[in-house]
């Protein structure tokens, strides 16, 4: 099993949807949680931390669930600018290496 | 730029030549990490540095990888004797050595093991 497991899409959604990933992870251990954004050839880039209570940014909002081992990113009025993968990330260790889900894909349409 | 680079972008070599990458971190940054990525999955962690300190590999640094950081600046990954199932995007992240602070990626390098 996986150690952040998440569902690799791609999500086809129209310009202006709601869309929400999910990500799970197995290690209760995992200290800090994170939203990574990849575009096609490019090098990952943080979007968002996430915290236990939640939090916003803008058009996006992620929430942890740590009973559950859960977490979610929820982009509102999804533009065609947020067509990338996106990586869900946790920290397990002091030395702050992160492990990284095999991230989702997202592909807005006009 | 002031971000982290990486050198070369891509690597084409044959089975059993030896690579080496290098990486320089953002300046002032104290924590150097490596990892590699494979098309269709996330990164995988490969080994991280505190200054010169190489404090933590991954169990997918096989004997024929080797990682530097000699100065506690620029870091090199040699990787010897290549095989094709090397063949991917290594990634170089650096941060300030803050607990939990954000890790800036470099571009990769994309190595391709003929």
């Known amino acids: 099993r996986k150690e952040v497991e998440q569902d690799p899409g791609p999500f086809n959604v129209p310009e202006g949807a709601t869309v929400a990933f999910n990500c799970t992870y197995s290690?209760?251990?995992?200290?800090?949680f994170f939203w990574y954004r990849q575009d096609c050839r490019k090098e990952p880039k943080l979007l968002m931390s996430v915290y236990s209570s939640g939090n916003e940014d803008g058009r996006f909002t992620a929430q942890l669930n740590r009973a559950s081992q859960y977490i979610s990113l929820l982009i509102r009025d999804s533009k065609l600018s947020d067509s990338a993968t996106y990586l869900c990330v946790v920290n397990i260790g002091a030395g702050n290496m992160l492990t990284f889900g095999g991230g989702t894909r997202l592909m807005v349409k006009p | 730029d002031t971000g982290v680079s990486q050198d070369p972008r891509h690597k084409i070599t044959k089975r059993g030549q030896n690579v080496t990458f290098r990486c320089d971190p953002i300046s002032e940054h104290n924590r150097l990490y490596w990892y590699r990525q494979t098309l269709g999955q996330g990164p995988e962690f490969l080994t991280y540095f505190q200054n010169e300190a190489q404090l933590e590999k991954s169990r997918l640094l096989s004997d024929r990888f080797s990682a530097e950081r000699p100065k506690g600046s620029f870091s090199t990954l040699e990787i010897q004797r290549t095989e094709q199932g090397d063949s991917a995007m290594y990634l170089c992240?650096?941060?300030?050595?803050?607990?939990?602070?954000?890790?800036?990626f470099g571009p990769g390098t994309r190595l391709t093991v003929l």
């Open positions: 992240a650096s941060s300030l050595g803050v607990r939990w602070d954000e890790q800036f």
């Open positions: 290690n209760s251990a995992s200290q800090s």
